[in-house]
């Protein structure tokens, strides 16, 4: 598992990680650990390196996503609403990985979650229409969710998706109210308030 620290004397993020033929490295990034930029690129670099290490380990039979997800969903929601909606979102990230050949948690990769936006937000329906990018960031924190229960459950090592940070889109500005719209609201609140006062005695 890959991991960044600190060395005294040293302004550099370091990371230890295991390569291909599993030897372990220790070496430092070249990102500066006092530099939020630097800090940022160098997560990405554990990430990545971190990514490699989990697609050598054998996918463990009977880890596959649909022997546990659904049951997760259902045991994870408190109230009916969020468990249809998660099961909605879940549709979508299951179509993509099986569109992705990624069949247990152990196969998925940083760089993978971060492909997931933009395949979700230029995918059509039969209607023609796509989905708003935050749309697909709240699924990709589903599935970050998901592969944290995976992580629990010993389907795989850790989270790669877990610490990715994607910008959403800045909602629509609203209009302000004219001067007449105050007026009317203002008078339909002064009649609901008759009427309630109407009504309880």
């Known amino acids: ?28 990034t070249g990102f500066r650990a006092d530099d939020p930029n630097d800090t940022v690129k160098a997560k990405i670099l554990r990430a990545e390196l971190e990514a490699k290490e989990y697609q050598r380990v054998p ?23 969020t468990f249809v909606r998660y099961e909605d979102a879940w549709k979508w990230i299951a179509l993509w990985l099986q569109r992705q050949r990624i069949h247990a948690p152990r196969q998925l990769t940083y760089r993978l979650g971060v492909e997931y936006v933009d395949w979700r937000t230029n995918f059509k329906k039969r209607t023609g229409k796509t989905v708003r990018r935050n749309t697909a960031i709240l699924e990709l924190k ?60």
């Open 59 to 81: 996918v463990v039979n009977g880890a596959g996503w649909d022997t546990w997800v659904p049951k997760f969903l259902a045991r994870h929601c408190e109230t009916k609403e």
């Open 1 to 28: 598992m890959a991991y960044l620290y600190c060395k005294n004397r040293s302004p550099f993020w370091y990371i230890q990680y295991v390569d291909s033929d599993r030897k372990k490295h220790d070496k430092s």
């Open 142 to 201: 589903l599935l970050s969710l998901i592969t944290g229960e995976a992580v629990r459950m010993g389907h795989a090592d850790a989270n790669p998706i877990v610490s990715i940070k994607i910008r959403r889109e800045k909602s629509a500005k609203k209009p302000e109210l004219t001067d007449q719209e105050i007026v009317e609201i203002r008078q339909a609140l002064r009649e609901e308030r008759s009427g309630c006062r109407y009504l309880s005695t």
